[in-house]
Nanobody
């Protein structure tokens, strides 16, 4: 397994931007597909976006398409989530996840390593 640590969360006004980072250690992340999930208060954790092992293929939930961008730097073993045009409904704890496979996945059960989460709060 790979160890994951998120950073970059915080408080931002609606319409603003944040960039989350997910640093991987242990086995190199270059052979892992990765993703971001989020959990709002009182709700189940939901899929946000995913990226394949090379970083050349991505997939987004409809709710964030066009506003969020996922990327992956296999040299730095770090994944990023650029979040623009943030809305109050984006408020959640954001988790990064990795799976020991090359292809994209969107289900929680397909990922076997998780970070501790970072809080994102968007004020109206």
């Amino acid at each position: 397994q790979v160890q994951l640590v998120e950073s970059g969360g915080g408080l931002v006004q609606a319409g603003g931007s944040l960039r989350l980072s997910c640093a991987a250690s242990g086995r190199t992340s270059s052979s892992y597909a990765m993703g971001w999930f989020r959990q709002a208060p009182g709700k189940d954790r939901e899929f946000v976006t995913a990226i394949n092992w090379s970083g050349r293929s991505t997939y987004y939930a409809d709710s964030v398409k066009g506003r969020f961008t996922i990327s992956k730097d296999n040299v730095k073993n770090t994944m990023y989530l650029q979040m623009n045009s943030l809305k109050p409904e984006d408020t959640a704890v954001y988790y990064c996840a990795a799976r020991s496979a090359f292809a994209i996945a969107t289900q929680e059960g397909d990922f076997n390593s998780w970070g501790q989460g970072t809080q994102v709060t968007v004020s109206s």
